[in-house]
């Protein structure tokens, strides 16, 4: 089945992962977790959606040849959230929120995040984050 949204593994220098935290007044999952991305238009690719997804969400500029294949994250009945990883430099990489999110943060480990979406729960499981666990 073909992915219908993305979402984006955004990782700085120091293996932290760009978080958006979702709106207080969104009507799904309000102030849960979230990496950035969204819906694939008509005529676009998945890597495409990716790059122009996170220029909206967060400002960022990456090429799509900057962006590789992370994973696929399947949702009951069917949908299913093609994952893409990217690197950036936290000082060369400041995001700038939409509208559609409240706060962003670059999380240093899953101890930081809650609550979570169901996508980004799936992606900070399987992301291999740095040993700084402070517990």
Known sequence: MSPTSVRIVLSDRDGRVLMLQRAADDDILPGAWELPGGGIDPGETPVQAAAREL????????????????????????????????????????????????????????????????????????????DRDPR
Not at 84 to 89: E, K, T, W
Request: net charge negative; with cysteine; charged share 30%.
């Open 55 to 130: 220029r909206e969400e967060v400002g960022v500029t990456l090429e799509e040849v900057d962006l590789s294949e992370w994973g696929t994250f399947r949702r009951a009945g069917g949908r299913c959230t093609a994952f893409f990883a990217g690197d950036c430099a936290a000082g060369d990489c400041s995001p700038a929120l939409s509208h559609e999110h409240d706060d962003c943060r670059w999380a240093e480990g899953p101890w930081e995040l809650e609550p979570l979406t169901p996508s980004a729960r799936w992606a900070v499981a399987r992301h291999r984050w740095p």
